[in-house]
């Protein structure tokens, strides 16, 4: 169901009305400013970006259909103390949106919870994307039927100032969100990842906080609701204000149908005294909360399905001694550790494998996965270095 849904917001994105016209935005180009491009597209149109760093140029989407796409190594948008609507660099009003390769930093608001894009109403896919330093990378609005799709992209650099929390992707209240290939890192206090969705799809990124990074929650969904998290590295650091690696339901239940289901991920934690790998607020979900986690690596001390309701099988403990090299973001096994071969296989819940079909590929994106002979617990079938 969830891949039926993808397939067919990516469809939808594609088709665009006829007549529909390319405008290009630059130094030299016909349209200096990406705001008045913002002014001058129509519905359908494809706004192509030259390289370079725009500095204030914000901007309101208000078309219905359209493609923003950056030319060659992209633009960089710095908000040099700009906002939109006191909102964000770029604001979305409502309809069907593709954002692929471009740059977006320094956010601030008044309200102290500025963001690269600020994703209103309808349907989005964000690709090849990076955003640093934003008191939000993207922030999402609680509007029930729109819907996420982020491809292949980075964020990084929670400000360090003080205030409310900042989070690197803060997804509120929509139908669905999916995220995939992507890698988070550098937060501060507030978490990597946290999404209100009422389903969502998690796989293949690299949600590590990193040397330096003091994040809290690396993942989080304090609403429960639908979520498939397969095949990604995530870990939090030396530095974490939290012991907690993903959270589940911490405030509440904001949908009738509450599932987690987890397989094929490393699990990290780098606290000396030990991390809570899984925790699931039970009591605040309802009784039909389903939970299944299969073929988890867990690295470094702490507990993983103590505590948990669900069904586990094909998890393993270990240490970071049994990764290639996690200084270098290698987070594969060594080819003679006896983790490989060790897990069970996948199920099938809801009509959907929770086997892998792909694995996260440094600096962003994947890399297919043919099916192995058995299973091997974690984020890796393969031993290939991830460079």
């Known amino acids: 169901m969830a891949r039926a849904w993808l397939l067919a917001f990516v469809a939808g994105l594609a088709c665009d009305p006829p007549f529909a016209a390319m405008l290009l935005v630059g130094p030299g180009a016909p349209i200096a400013r990406i705001a008045d491009a913002a002014r001058l597209a129509h519905d359908g149109d494809t706004v192509e970006i030259l390289p370079g760093e725009y500095r204030g140029d914000v901007a ?11 030319i060659g190594s992209g633009p960089t948008l710095i908000a040099d103390n700009q906002s939109a609507e006191g909102k964000a660099i770029w604001v979305f009003r409502e309809g069907d949106f593709l954002v692929e390769n471009i740059a977006f930093s320094g956010a601030r608001v008044p ?6 894009i600020r994703f209103e109403r309808g349907r989005m896919r964000v690709v090849r994307c990076r955003f640093t330093d934003n008191e939000n990378g993207i922030l999402t609005s609680n509007d029930g039927d729109s819907e996420l799709v982020i491809e292949d992209s980075e964020f990084s650099a929670a400000p360090t100032d003080r205030g409310p929390l900042k989070h690197l992707l803060y997804v509120g209240r929509i139908a669905r969100f999916a995220l995939s290939g992507s890698r988070f890192h550098h937060g501060y206090q507030g978490h990597l990842v946290k999404s209100r969705a009422k389903e969502n799809v998690v796989r293949y990124n ?16 304090p609403n429960g609701g639908l979520a498939y998290v397969i095949g990604n590295v995530i870990g939090q650091s030396r530095e ?13 239940a904001a949908w009738p149908d509450s599932a987690l289901y987890l397989s094929h991920n490393t699990l990290i934690s780098e606290r000396m005294i030990g991390a809570w790998f899984l925790r699931i607020w039970s009591e605040n979900l309802p009784a039909t909360l389903s939970v299944i986690a299969v073929n988890n690596l867990t690295v470094g001390l702490g507990v993983f399905s103590i505590g948990a309701p669900g069904e586990f099988a094909g998890n393993f403990p270990t240490l970071s001694f049994a990764l290639s090299d996690p200084a270098t973001l290698d987070f594969t096994l060594g080819s003679n550790s006896l983790i490989l071969g060790t ?9 959907r494998s929770l086997a892998p079909d792909a694995e996260f590929h440094l600096p962003v994106g994947t890399r297919p996965l043919a099916r192995p002979k058995t299973w091997t617990p974690g984020a890796f079938q393969t031993t290939d270095p991830q460079r």
């Open 60 to 70: 309101v989407w208000t078309q219905k259909r359209l493609t923003i796409r950056g």
């Open 111 to 116: 309200d102290l919870n500025g963001a690269g």
């Open 206 to 221: 690299l949600l590590y906080d990193g040397a330096g990074g003091s994040a809290a929650y690396e993942l989080e969904f």
């Open 240 to 252: 974490t204000s939290n012991p907690v690696v993903i959270a589940y339901g911490a405030e509440g």
């Open 343 to 351: 897990g069970v296989e996948p199920p099938i819940v809801r009509g």
